[in-house]
């Protein structure tokens, strides 16, 4: 096995290794919380699985923003990315912003960054359409998509009262339908995260690509000898 085979090998082992890590230590946390709040206000608007969701949009946003500026051709997508991620990061501080700021508040927070990231879309829609025909086809797109389909679809889905009622019938609780819907949300979440940071990667694959590239045209401006073979014979022949 060559250095050049075994490096990409490493790479996915260690980011595959990071984020089984990371989901474990999500569960451990949330199995902490569990064990030390009553259950009456267990996976509450105050809880530490919704801080959890919240950070991880933190981080999905600036995973995004930060694979953009080192990929100018992703900046458009990134730019959606990061907007997307604010939205919904000021839709789980829902709670905090009605009741601390005023009641509307978040809608209206929520609103305004929609319009502006609608706008720089716009203006950029050329680019974008460009950069998102490329990200469809790449490994960070189908790891994002399973994210977002776990928050949108499966979580929502799991967390019907009808469902949990007729598994628990009279002894409903209202925590445990809580308890599997936020954390189905939560590893939404994550597995959006993980597509931003395989985003970030390859966001650093394609810079040093084209490092790559100058490099060797450089060389080959600089040191004829060094061009191919049938380049040098040709001049050879010219002159």
Not at 123 to 135: I, T, W
Request: charge should be neutral.
């Amino acid at each position: 096995m060559t250095p050049k085979q075994l490096n990409p090998m490493a790479s996915a082992a260690l980011r595959f290794t990071f984020y089984i890590l990371f989901l474990g230590t999500m569960v451990l946390l949330v199995t902490w919380e569990a064990r030390r709040q009553p259950g009456e206000v267990l996976f509450n608007e105050n809880s530490i699985l919704e801080s959890l969701q919240a950070i991880l949009l933190f981080l999905t946003a600036a995973s995004a923003y930060l694979a953009g500026h080192i990929n100018e051709s992703d900046t458009p997508l990134a730019s959606l990315l990061v907007g997307i991620a604010s939205i919904a990061a000021i839709r789980e501080f829902d709670f905090a912003l009605d009741r601390y700021v005023f009641d509307g508040a978040w809608q209206a927070l929520a609103l305004l960054v929609a319009i502006l990231t609608f706008a720089l879309a716009w203006h950029h829609r050329k680019e974008l359409k460009e950069a998102v025909l490329s990200f469809l086809s790449r490994p960070s797109f189908g790891v994002m998509a399973s994210g977002a389909l776990t928050v949108l679809v499966f979580s929502r889905l799991m967390g019907r009262q009808v469902l949990w009622k007729a598994v628990m019938h009279e002894e409903y609780i209202r925590s445990v339908k809580n308890a599997v819907e936020e954390s189905c949300e939560l590893l939404g979440y994550s597995l959006i995260f993980f597509g931003t940071l395989e985003l970030l990667h390859e966001a650093f694959l394609s810079r040093k690509k084209a490092r790559q590239t100058r490099s060797e045209q450089t060389s080959q401006a600089t040191n004829p000898d060094k061009a191919s073979p049938y380049l040098r014979k040709n001049s050879e022949l010219h002159v």
